[in-house]
C-alpha cells in the first residue's frame, strides 16, 4: 500500500509569511505526528495526533505554529509570520494505534522542506 | 526525561564487512521501545528496527540485528554484510508513551556511516 506522503516537497518563503504543510498518513492509521529536523540534527516531536484530537501540542514552539486533522485521515500544520529560523525539514509520521503497545511503528513520509528567506 | 545518545558522528565500513553503530539511553521507565532509523540523502526515514525492554531476545531483521544490553542501557545496531546502499545516517530514538496523553519518539544525533568498496 501507499506510505505516508507530505506535501509540497519544497517550499520557500520569505520572512512573515503563512504557510501550510500537507501530511497525508498510511489508509487505516490512527495516529499522526509532526517533527522538525534542523540540518545535522535529529527530528524533534511537535505533535501528535489520535483521530481528530490533538493528543500531545508539547513540541510545538511557540502560538505560531498550528497543526490540525479534522477528519481524522489528513493533517495540515500551519506557521503564521514565519521566521528564518523556521527552516528546516518537517516530518510527519503515522501509526496503527498506539494503544495496541509499546511496539506500535511510525512510519514517515519524505518530508517537506522550508526555507525562510 | 527519556535521552538518546549517539557518540559516533560519523562511521566508515568497508563493503561485507559487518559495523556497529553505538547508542545509549536513559529512562526511568520500566517499560520503553527502542527504534532504529535509516534516513538516507533522500531524507525519508526508513524504519530498520525495533526492541522492547522485556524482549528476552536481541531483535534481527535480515542483515540488522541490535546488540541490546539492559544493565548497560545501549542499543547498537549490527549491521552485517554492508552494502553501498547502507551509506546514510542512521537514528537511534526511544518512544515515550503514556496512554493516550502521550506518544513520541526522542531521537539521538545520528550517526553518518558510509560503506565503502
Known amino acids: 500500500g501507499a506510505g505516508v506522503s507530505q506535501t509540497p516537497s519544497n517550499k520557500v518563503t520569505e520572512k512573515g509569511k503563512y504557510v501550510e504543510l500537507r501530511c497525508d498518513p498510511i489508509s487505516g492509521h490512527t495516529a499522526l505526528y509532526w517533527y522538525r529536523q534542523s540540518l545535522g540534527q535529529g527530528p524533534e516531536f511537535l505533535i501528535y495526533f489520535q483521530g481528530t484530537g490533538a493528543a500531545d501540542d508539547s513540541g510545538l514552539p511557540n502560538d505560531r505554529f498550528f497543526a490540525v486533522r479534522p477528519e481524522g485521515s489528513v493533517s495540515t500544520l500551519k506557521i503564521q509570520r514565519t521566521e528564518r529560523g523556521d527552516s528546516a525539514v518537517y516530518l510527519c509520521?503515522?501509526?496503527?494505534?498506539?494503544?495496541?503497545?509499546?511496539?506500535?511503528?511510525?512510519?514517515f513520509g519524505p518530508g517537506t522542506r522550508l526555507t525562510v528567506l | 526525561a527519556q535521552k538518546i545518545t549517539q557518540t559516533q558522528p560519523g562511521m566508515f565500513v568497508q563493503e561485507k564487512e559487518a559495523v556497529t553503530l553505538d547508542c545509549t539511553y536513559d529512562t526511568s521507565d520500566q517499560s520503553y521501545g527502542l527504534f532504529w532509523y535509516k534516513q538516507p540523502s533522500s531524507g525519508e526515514m526508513i524504519f530498520l528496527i525495533y526492541?522492547?525492554?522485556?524482549?528476552?531476545q536481541n531483535a534481527t531483521e535480515g542483515r540488522y540485528s541490535l546488540n541490546f544490553q539492559k544493565a548497560r542501557k545501549s542499543a547498537n545496531l549490527v549491521i552485517s554484510a554492508s552494502q553501498l546502499g547502507d551509506s546514510a545516517m542512521y537514528f537511534c530514538a526511544m518512544r515515550e508513551f503514556s496512554s493516550y496523553n502521550t506518544d513520541k519518539l526522542i531521537f539521538g544525533t545520528g550517526t553518518r556511516l558510509q560503506v565503502f568498496p
Open positions: 526492541q522492547g525492554s522485556y524482549d528476552e
Open positions: 509520521a503515522s501509526s496503527w494505534n498506539p494503544g495496541q503497545g509499546i511496539s506500535d511503528t511510525q512510519y
